[in-house]
Structure formats: C-alpha cells, structure tokens
C-alpha cells in the first residue's frame, strides 16, 4: 500500500507541474508548445518510478509486471484519458496464450484512447512494449532503456496530447496507446493485439513503436542528436516521407536507416511489436538508439538515461503522430 501512495503521488507531481508549464489561462498553444511539455524532468521522474527495484524487472506474468501494468493504468486515469471501451484499461490474455512462457500466469496489454474530432473511426496505435525479463541469479533487470523509455516516452506522449484535447484542439483522428506485454518472450502482446483488436486493422493507420530510445549507440561516436528509424519505407513510401519532413521541420535529428537495410544482419526490423502490425499490412515506424554494454543486463538502469535527448526523440514521436493524426488524407500501405 505504501508503495502504491508513492506511485500516485508521483503521477500527480507530473501531473501538476506539466499543467503549471503547458496550460497557461489565456495562452494559445501550438504544436510545438504540446511537443515541449515533453521534458527531460517528467521523463525522468516517471523512469524513475517505473524501472525501480520494486518492479522486480516486470517479468511477464509477474507481480512487478502487474505492478507496472497498474503504474501505467493509474496515469491515464490522471489524466483524464479514456479506457477504449470495455477495456477498464487493460487487454487480458490469458495464460495458455503464452505457451507457459509467462509461469501459466495471465498478463494484460494497457490501452488507453483518445477519440479523433473529426475522423474518429481512423486510429494511430503508438506501442511500446513495458514488460522486461525479470530477476535472474538476485539481480534485478530493471529495463530503463529497454523498454522503460519507450514507455514512459508514450505516457508524455499521451499527456501532450490531452493536453490539446484540452484546449479544443484535439487530434482529427484517434490514437490508441498501447503499451504490450510479453514482448520479451517472443512479442506476444502486440501479437494478440492484432489478432484480437479492439479497433478494425483496417481501420489502423499506422504503428509507430517506440523501443528502446533512452541510451547511446557506442558506434556513434560524438553524434548524439540521432535515432535509428527502421521501416519507416517498407510499407508505405508516404509514412516515410511525412517522417522526414516532421523531423527536417521540428526536431532537427539525424534519422540513420542503418538498420533499416534488408540484408541488416540484426533483423531487428522482426524483432519489435511494430512487426505484428506490419505483418497485417499496417504501415509502421520503430524508433530505436541501437544496442549498448548494458542491453539485457541488471545494469540498465535509470541514472544511465540520456534525459534530454530522449525527450527531442519523444518529441518526434508525438510530431510524427500529430501530422498523420491531423493531415488531410489518411497514410496508406502504398508499397504493397
């Protein structure tokens, strides 16, 4: 109990000093307001929070994984963020779906919407898988940057978002957050998601997934403004284009295909929850800062975080959204 009054109150202070900087009285915000209530601080509060020890490394099926899954299911009722109907936040699963990868316990996705003003039936699913492989040996592998910032990053996402749906300046058409369980044991969440969706696929516009965006490849060198964009053309040449022309028009990153290359060796473009969507013809980006020393080890941690920067690749993630969300013509799978 203790711990669950730390955690909302956490949310609140978040909650509280987003609302001191971004809803002014009287001030007409803009896009580029909403994207910078998107900061180092919240992020790091909320990672903070949400790759502690007490999370216990939010093993799928777990008690810190239910933890986590309530963590999230907390702030958006903070919020103010609808449940997608008959959810009450949360997509079960049920244990026999993971193959007994899960310790024969169930686990549960955690959704939250927002419905579009004007083409509501149209839905942007923004994922992030919040699950992480768990204790191992008395170690905790607590998944700050895998995925912790990925997760965190949509919860401010989410806040940005609401926030213009505040100021009557809501998205034209609907975002789906999804944050998946299972991921770590073979994607399973995103997988049940897209057979069992609570919005038609066809109704699906695009995936843009986010994980793994708080660290610094080593290969990079000094070139830090960066993040490696992977499928962003596979699918559809007019999501990769409306990516470029956000990133070239407010964020200013380097956007590296390194590992978007067919022939890449790591094949990371199968081995994140944007996949189970592409595999549905569902146009997608993954947003990722590449491996590091810490990757699948207790010592991702959250003091390792690159705040700042995570923040700017946040910020691209909700620009990317607010463009595809608010633009005239729906994106589409133009490659297939």
Known sequence: MKYVLVVLLAIGLVSCNSAQ????????????????????????????????????????????????AAYLKNFYISEGIAAPKGTDY??????????????????????????????PEEVI????????????????YNGADDDGSGTVSILEIAQAFQMAVKKGQGPKRSILFLHVTGEEIGLYGSKYYTENPLFPLANTVCDLNID???????????????????????????????????????????????????????????????????????????????VHEDYHKPTDTPDKIEYELMAKRAQLVFQTAWEIANREGRITADKL
């Open 21 to 68: 900087s971004g809803m002014r009285a009287g001030k007409t915000m803009t896009r580029i307001d909403y994207a910078n209530t998107i900061t180092d601080s919240e992020l790091k509060t909320h990672l903070y929070q949400f790759a502690d020890d007490k999370m216990q490394g939010r093993m799928t099926g777990s008690d810190g994984q239910k933890m986590a």
């Open 90 to 119: 949360y997509q079960k699963i049920p244990a026999e779906y993971f193959n007994s990868k899960s310790g024969s316990i169930d686990s549960e996705n955690v959704v939250a919407f927002i419905k579009g003003s004007e083409k």
């Open 125 to 140: 699913v923004i994922s992030a898988h919040y699950d992480h492989v768990g204790m191992k040996n008395g170690d905790i």
């Open 212 to 290: 793994m965006v708080g660290r610094i490849d080593p290969d990079k060198g000094d070139n830090h403004n960066y993040i490696y964009l992977i499928g962003s053309d596979k699918l559809s040449q007019e999501l990769h284009d409306v990516s470029e022309l956000v990133n070239t028009t407010y964020t200013q990153l380097e956007l590296d295909y390194k590992f978007n290359d067919d022939n890449d060796p790591n094949r990371f473009y199968y081995r994140s929850d944007h996949y189970n969507f592409a595999e549905k013809n569902i146009p997608i980006i993954f947003y990722f800062n590449g």
